[in-house]
């Protein structure tokens, strides 16, 4: 979501770079978009808010847009804490409550993490990872390992994010291929958002989940288009 920076070219991320340090006015309506467009769903993973600084009033985005799309459950995690400037975060909106939420640290230069929400049976659990991961293809796959290694023992799996990589990379060549993922079939592009060509962003599922349909959705507010899957549970 960009912390509500709303991108249509290249251009924007010079034009508009001071919006990733300071309040404006039109912030106030992405988010709003954001909310409408999350409200139908039971599960959203949210990339790129901000976790309550000067840059947005002092409100949590991720809270914020949970009371305008009336989930009761919602949580987050700052991942580049500039203090009172800007806390860079990754958030999760549920109907449902996790009995379990776990915040990582991922490898490599600080800001980035992984949180693991654990839904449902706790001897049988839906295990949902939603991570953002870095830009260079040897890091993600230092990052893309310790995940792996997180989710080893975990039978239903579904791995949400921007991970920076087409999912012929990640499920045929880094270490996700080892947690029996559903194939996909075509590529989804996502990025940028303006003229899509690059399908980076990703709802991956363990294949013991029914996975009935996968789709980008054209709701380009940020520099990159969401994902939204059905799955049976």
């Not at 790129?48 to 600084?53: C, R, V």
């Not at 409100?59 to 919602?74: C, D, G, P, S, Y």
């Not at 987050?76 to 975060?89: D, E």
């Not at 295990?127 to 310790?146: D, E, G, M, N, P």
Request: proline share 6%.
């Amino acid at each position: 979501m960009q912390v509500g920076i709303q991108t249509g070219g290249y251009h924007h991320y010079l034009l508009r770079s001071w919006q990733h340090l300071l309040p404006f006015r039109a912030r106030a309506h992405a988010l709003s978009s954001i909310a409408e467009l999350a409200r139908p769903f039971d599960l959203v993973a949210l990339q790129e808010a901000d976790g309550g600084s000067w840059r947005s009033g002092r409100k949590n985005q991720v809270e914020h847009i949970a009371h305008l799309a009336e989930f009761e459950h919602w949580y987050h995690q700052i991942n580049r804490n500039l203090g009172r400037i800007a806390q860079h975060a990754n958030g999760v909106l549920c109907r449902q409550k996790a009995f379990q939420v776990e915040r990582h640290p991922l490898p490599g230069l600080p800001g980035r993490g992984m949180m693991i929400l654990r839904y449902g049976d706790r001897d049988d659990p839906l295990v949902v990872a939603v991570t953002h991961l870095a830009l260079r293809k040897q890091t993600q796959f230092s990052q893309i390992r310790y995940l792996v290694d997180l989710l080893a023992d975990a039978k239903r799996v579904v791995i949400m994010g921007d991970l920076n990589q087409e999912s012929e990379w990640l499920l045929r060549q880094s270490p996700l291929r080892h947690l029996n993922l559903h194939p996909i079939a075509d590529e989804l592009p996502t990025y940028p958002s303006w003229q899509p060509a690059r399908g980076i962003d990703h709802i991956l599922v363990s294949d013991s989940i029914p996975l009935h349909r996968i789709a980008v959705i054209d709701h380009p507010l940020s520099d990159h288009l969401p994902v939204a899957a059905e799955i049976g549970v």
